[in-house]
């Protein structure tokens, strides 16, 4: 299991750029890296998802160095609507068909 | 595209009876998983179906049970309900269900159950 670890919880104001930090140190050679978000009563919503270098989308980048070993999630110019839970997955382990392992997650909270 | 359904949104409960809930997932997907996520132990992962059969399944007690249909909606059902029952049941959706694609699961806003 490529297991992961970020930051239990985060603080950012209005406007700021956010960049959340996962560490994969032992994500194997097929898997991809992907971040969810998720608001309280929610589901987890799928934000952007990448194998290598730098994915982007009208939300967010994801930023992957060579050795694959961690990864960077960045928002930019946060709003108080981006606080929320985010989750960094990375592949799966034995039968994972169908089976995401979530974390903890960071908790991101957006002051004005 | 409509994203991921589940019905009911909100159910009550008491300890003893069973309950099925509902979901279809995306157009075009075939794969669903069910999770169940508690203040306690988060997200945890019950069972995914494809093509009708159920592939894969985690450590949950026998009393939760699934099913999926030929349109690729799918059903979960819990017996005999605990009090420890009570939770966010969400489910997924996926193009294969392979965790290791770049077809990610899209999630509902799922079932919050409460048991009385």
Redesign the interface.
Known sequence: LAKTTQPISMDSYEGQEVNITCSHNNIAT???I?W?QQFP??????II?G?KTKVTNEVASLFIPADRKSSTLSLPRVSLSDTAVYYC?V??RG??????????GTQLTVWP | KAGVTQTPRYLIKTRGQQVTLSCSPISGHRSVSWYQQTPGQGLQFLFEYFSETQRNKGNFPGRFSGRQFSNSRSEMNVSTLELGDSALYLCASSFNGSVNSNQPQHFGDGTRLSIL
């Open positions: 097929n898997d991809y992907t969810y009563s929610q589901g987890p919503r799928f998802q194998y997955l592949g799966g039968s994972t068909l169908g089976r995401l392992y979530f974390g903890r």
